[in-house]
């Protein structure tokens, strides 16, 4: 008796070509990006308490340094906030520039905002930012049209208030009346 194969849903499915499209179109071209989002001089990066301890080199509690933080002591990239913080307006101390490259990369240290960046599933959806140069909205699309077959339809949209944020949703569509006549 064979065991029948699970069905992936959706989300998991869409995670998945994110995470192809990033790996074949993305990450080779980091080393010669004109713009790299490790600057964060455009991007704002989420990090939690042992990223920031890790990159910044602190040998300080989380209390002294969020202390150090609110009398404006600390390092003037770094906001707290909930119990997280985001970093901006200076380049990642894990970016090395002279090869563009991560130094933390595939090590816990590494933000999963960078491992996100820049083609994320979200609630069923794509989104691609197209404030990475090396993201190509047609070509992801095709990818994900490939990947979901026949009867998928991959729609796109754009964010009114930040239109280089683009959504790739699918419609499962339905043959229609005189197709499904055809087949009989």
């Known amino acids: 008796m064979s065991v029948p194969?699970?069905?992936?849903?959706?989300?998991?499915?869409?995670a998945d070509v994110a995470a192809a499209y990033q790996a074949?179109?993305?990450?080779?071209?980091?080393?010669a990006c004109s713009r790299p989002c490790c600057r964060l001089d455009v991007l704002v990066l989420e990090m939690e308490w042992p990223q920031i301890?890790?990159?910044?080199?602190?040998?300080?509690?989380?209390?002294?340094?969020?202390?150090?933080?609110?009398?404006?002591?600390?390092?003037?990239?770094?906001?707290?906030?909930n119990?997280?913080?985001?970093?901006h307006s200076k380049p990642c101390p894990a970016f090395d520039a002279s090869c563009?490259?991560?130094?933390?990369?595939?090590?816990?240290?590494k933000p999963a905002g960078c491992s996100d960046f820049p083609v994320y599933e979200d609630g069923a959806e794509l989104v691609a930012d197209l404030r990475c140069e090396a993201v190509d909205v047609a070509a992801l699309t095709a990818q994900l049209a490939q990947t979901l077959g026949e009867g998928a339809r991959v729609l796109q949209s754009?964010?009114?208030?930040?239109?280089?944020?683009?959504?790739?949703?699918?419609?499962?569509?339905?043959?229609?009346?005189?197709?499904?006549?055809k087949r009989r």
Request: with cysteine; glycine share 8%; proline share 7%.
């Open 5 to 14: 194969k699970p069905v992936k849903g959706l989300a998991a499915t869409l």
């Open 24 to 31: 074949a179109a993305v990450i080779p071209h980091c080393t």
């Open 53 to 81: 301890r890790t990159l910044w080199q602190l040998t300080e509690t989380r209390a002294a340094f969020d202390a150090r933080l609110a009398a404006g002591k600390g390092p003037v990239e770094i906001r707290p906030w």
């Open 83 to 87: 119990g997280l913080y985001y970093v």
């Open 100 to 109: 563009g490259r991560c130094r933390v990369y595939g090590q816990p240290a």
């Open 158 to 181: 754009a964010d009114r208030e930040f239109p280089f944020l683009v959504t790739l949703s699918v419609k499962q569509t339905t043959a229609r009346r005189g197709d499904r006549q």
